[in-house]
């Protein structure tokens, strides 16, 4: 796809879901302090400021960043550019077609003309003139009333990503196509089959579309929802009330799967440099240097390594030590320190959910 300028997309309103505790990037990511609140790329700007930094030339002052309410004000802190106004806060987690579906009632009363783009807090892109010629695009098939997700193109076979199965191309929108349908995290050999394929895509939970298209296929498939948050829309003191008697569903099942089942979704394929950095193992790839077989995430004069390869993150302020470990994972804070395996990094949530059971979640 050719990259074009980063300019102002007419009518276009960003949203940021900035929720999730990131288990997987614990002791750094905690319930407290979650994933986007972070800096993981080095700098300088957490995951979040990097998502307002991506999208601002888009659209101008046009967001609504939708967070929990323990984090609002780090998130106003950090984002402080932005009117007050514009971070909502959702009393309890209902996942995130509740968290969307909010900012797109408020945004369809603001502006009735809009398209809307959803975009995670704590996504990385590398290349953003593709990113920003994929979202145009987008956008140009939103208007036409298409739930338009972007797609992107696997660098390898995946099994933490759920897949975009492409179908015919998109009429009157060169380089979009409708979605034969969503796929679930498949198995490996499921997963080497879609790449060699070549008709398949990585679900990167990015939705472009009218707010009111959105809130009315809500509606199709879970009656009273959509009302629901348009009331909260127009009264914002009845959120507390309301809120928590709203279903707990992801927008992928809430929407886009019955949608795409219905033929109302369409996708644009892009390759970008996306990552969701879901686990160590992937910020140790994405921070990796040529020529440097530790990746060190932090002040590199508090590490030292000896024959060894992996991601070192010093934060206690004493010095780490690494001697003849191959792939090694380790994470130092001031209250709990972490040694793994790139290889094992999914599993770092088990310990997370141990400290929970055994009473001590104030570490997570």
Same mark, same amino acid.
């Given at each position: 796809?050719?990259?074009?300028?980063? %300019?102002?997309?007419?009518?276009?309103?960003?949203?940021?879901?900035?929720?999730?505790?990131?288990?997987?990037?614990?002791?750094?990511?905690?319930?407290?302090?979650?994933?986007?609140? &972070?800096?993981?790329?080095?700098?300088?700007?957490?995951?979040?400021?990097?998502?307002?930094?991506?999208?601002?030339?888009?659209?101008?002052?046009?967001?609504?960043?939708?967070?929990? +309410?323990? &984090?609002?004000?780090?998130?106003?802190?950090?984002?402080?550019?932005?009117?007050?106004?514009?971070?909502?806060?959702?009393?309890?987690?209902?996942?995130?077609?509740?968290?969307?579906?909010?900012?797109?009632?408020?945004?369809?009363?603001?502006?009735?003309?809009?398209?809307?783009?959803?975009?995670?807090?704590?996504?990385? =892109?590398?290349?953003?003139?593709?990113?920003?010629?994929?979202?145009?695009?987008?956008?140009?098939?939103?208007?036409?009333?298409?739930?338009?997700?972007?797609? =992107?193109?696997?660098? &390898?076979?995946? %099994?933490?990503?759920?897949?975009?199965?492409?179908?015919?191309?998109?009429?009157?929108?060169?380089?979009?196509?409708?979605?034969?349908?969503?796929?679930?995290? /498949?198995?490996?050999?499921?997963?080497?089959?879609?790449?060699?394929?070549?008709?398949?895509?990585?679900?990167?939970?990015?939705?472009?579309?009218?707010?009111?298209?959105?809130?009315?296929?809500?509606?199709?498939? &879970? /009656?009273?929802?959509?009302?629901?948050?348009?009331?909260?829309?127009?009264?914002?003191?009845?959120?507390?009330?309301?809120?928590?008697?709203?279903?707990?569903?992801?927008?992928?099942?809430?929407?886009?799967?019955?949608? +795409?089942?219905?033929?109302?979704?369409?996708?644009?394929?892009?390759?970008?440099?996306?990552?969701?950095?879901?686990?160590?193992?992937?910020?140790?790839?994405?921070?990796? %240097?040529?020529?440097?077989?530790?990746?060190?995430?932090?002040?590199?004069?508090?590490?030292?390594?000896?024959?060894?390869?992996?991601?070192?993150?010093?934060?206690?302020?004493?010095?780490?030590?690494?001697?003849?470990?191959?792939?090694?994972?380790?994470?130092?804070? /001031?209250?709990?320190?972490?040694?793994?395996?790139?290889?094992?990094?999914?599993?770092?949530?088990? =310990?997370?959910?141990?400290?929970?059971?055994?009473?001590?979640?104030?570490?997570?």
């Amino acid at each position: 796809m050719p990259t074009e300028p980063t %300019t102002d997309v007419e009518g276009l309103w960003a949203v940021i879901p900035a929720g999730g505790a990131g288990t997987r990037l614990w002791p750094m990511s905690r319930s407290a302090v979650p994933k986007f609140l &972070h800096d993981f790329t080095g700098n300088g700007r957490s995951l979040l400021q990097g998502t307002v930094d991506r999208l601002a030339p888009l659209v101008d002052d046009r967001m609504v960043v939708v967070t929990g +309410a323990a &984090h609002r004000e780090a998130v106003v802190g950090q984002i402080g550019e932005l009117p007050e106004d514009a971070v909502i806060a959702e009393p309890s987690p209902r996942d995130s077609m509740a968290a969307i579906g909010l900012a797109a009632a408020v945004i369809e009363r603001a502006d009735p003309e809009a398209v809307m783009g959803s975009f995670a807090a704590d996504h990385v =892109i590398a290349d953003e003139s593709a990113f920003a010629a994929a979202v145009r695009l987008a956008a140009d098939a939103a208007r036409d009333d298409w739930l338009v997700t972007l797609g =992107i193109t696997p660098t &390898h076979a995946s %099994t933490a990503f759920g897949y975009i199965h492409l179908g015919p191309d998109l009429p009157g929108h060169e380089g979009a196509y409708r979605v034969a349908e969503f796929v679930e995290k /498949p198995a490996a050999d499921v997963a080497a089959g879609y790449l060699a394929a070549g008709t398949y895509r990585w679900n990167a939970g990015m939705f472009v579309v009218r707010p009111g298209v959105l809130l009315d296929l809500l509606e199709e498939s &879970h /009656p009273g929802f959509a009302g629901a948050l348009r009331e909260i829309a127009a009264d914002r003191s009845r959120l507390d009330e309301v809120w928590d008697q709203l279903p707990r569903i992801a927008i992928d099942h809430a929407v886009a799967e019955p949608a +795409a089942a219905a033929g109302k979704v369409a996708v644009v394929p892009v390759s970008m440099g996306w990552d969701d950095i879901g686990d160590y193992n992937s910020l140790a790839t994405l921070l990796a %240097t040529d020529g440097e077989a530790v990746t060190v995430l932090g002040d590199a004069s508090a590490v030292r390594a000896v024959d060894s390869s992996g991601l070192v993150v010093p934060g206690s302020g004493r010095v780490v030590a690494v001697v003849g470990l191959d792939d090694v994972v380790v994470v130092d804070t /001031p209250d709990a320190l972490l040694v793994t395996t790139r290889a094992r990094a999914q599993d770092v949530k088990q =310990i997370v959910t141990a400290l929970q059971e055994d009473g001590q979640g104030g570490l997570t």
